[in-house]
């Protein structure tokens, strides 16, 4: 484990590119053999402005990442945060734990609070327009909300008391947690139940991406599933009932467009109210 924390602590960045695109080619070729759904589309057409937000995400977050890094090496100089207030514990207990938080701080909570505050909720609507969710829908985020997430993501690097090691272990595994979870395959249902007691599973994360309430409003989770079971916001819906998008921005056209999705946080406020 401590060599796998050095390894995160030092990691080059064409490693990291490696892999995230790896982790990326890995599921888009997966979803080829074992589809969930069927879709009929242009797979590298529906990719492009994807693949364009994957892309903004990048610029938003290297200008920005030597904040993780002074947050990270604050907590440590200051023996900061909740995983540095606990008592001295075995190495990967403490790195567990350390993930668990960051992903309640860096990922749960500012994804309920998206959900709950109209203006937060028209900029993350973004990723919800997607009409044919696969990996490449994992980071499709407006540049607006890569911003939001990555204050959120510093927060609880300050908060957890989490050192460098752990935030890019962490952000690693984040990334291909996502493209996991949003990857078109079908697992056997009962593989894929087993699995959303510890992590997001694809069907529970699918469920989010449900194009009416109540189900858009659930499934919050990133990685670990434990923070939906516990804060009662876990819903679970049959895959084939799953109808992707959002209700009030039926538009497949208008939501494969760049430019309508970055002035969509700008558009009249609308909001999903529909219940099944």
């Known amino acids: ?14 490693h990291r590119a490696i892999l995230i695109i790896g982790g990326l080619t890995f599921f888009w070729i997966i979803e080829g053999f074992i589809p969930l759904f069927h879709f009929s589309y242009k797979k590298w057409k529906h990719a492009i402005p994807n693949l364009f937000f994957n892309l903004t ?58 959900h709950k505050i109209k203006p937060l909720w028209m900029i993350h609507l973004v990723h919800h327009t997607d009409h044919n969710v696969d990996t490449t829908t994992a980071n499709r985020h407006h540049p607006i909300e890569s911003v939001i997430r990555f204050f959120f993501t510093a927060f609880g690097v300050i908060i957890v008391g989490t050192p460098i090691g752990l935030v890019m272990l962490y952000q690693t595994l984040s990334v291909i947690a996502t493209q996991f979870s949003h990857a078109n395959i079908k697992l056997p249902k009962r593989v894929d139940k087993i699995l959303s007691y510890v992590i997001v ?35 679970d819906l049959d895959p084939d009932k799953i109808i992707y998008g959002v209700d009030v921005f039926p538009d497949e056209k208008e939501n494969s467009s760049i430019i309508n999705l970055l002035k969509q946080p700008f558009q009249k406020y609308r909001r999903s109210t529909i219940k099944d």
Do not use: C, Q
């Not at 060599?3 to 960045?13: A, M, R």
């Not at 100089?77 to 960051?102: H, K, S």
């Not at 989010?208 to 819903?235: A, C, E, K, Q």
């Open 57 to 114: 995400l990048l610029l938003v977050n290297l200008p920005l990442a030597f904040l993780l890094l002074k947050s990270a090496d604050w907590t440590v100089a200051n023996n900061f945060g909740i995983i540095n207030w606990l008592p001295e514990m075995p190495l990967g207990i403490y790195v567990f734990l350390g993930l668990l938080f960051l992903d309640f701080f860096g990922a749960y909570l500012p994804h309920l609070i998206e």
């Open 201 to 235: 599973s694809p069907n529970m994360h699918k469920v989010h991406h449900h194009y009416v309430l109540p189900y858009t409003d659930s499934n919050y989770g990133n990685i670990f599933s434990v923070w939906d079971r516990l804060f009662g916001t876990y819903m």
């Open 1 to 14: 484990m401590e060599t796998i924390i050095h390894y995160f602590e030092i990691i080059p960045s064409h």
